[in-house]
């Protein structure tokens, strides 16, 4: 356990760290998740519209 605080003491270990095989996925996932909400929102006229900009920006 002295290691681990040692560890981060020093430097040696960021608990920011992000793997980034999980980043190039979640990039991915993000990007799809913005095309679809693309799509949807050109689809949508008035009320319905607003309501899923509303959901989408909470």
């Known amino acids: 356990m002295s290691n681990i605080i040692e560890d ?3 430097g040696n270990l ?4 992000v793997n980034s095989e999980l980043t190039s996925k979640l990039k991915k996932k ?3 998740l913005a095309e679809k909400e ?3 929102t ?3 006229n008035g009320e319905d519209k607003e309501l899923f900009l509303n959901y ?3």
């Not at 960021?14 to 760290?17: F, G, K, L, N, R």
């Open 56 to 58: 989408a920006s909470a």
């Open 30 to 32: 993000l990007s799809n």
């Open 42 to 44: 050109a689809r949508l």
């Open 8 to 10: 981060f003491y020093y």
């Open 38 to 40: 693309e799509q949807l």
């Open 14 to 17: 960021e608990p920011q760290e």
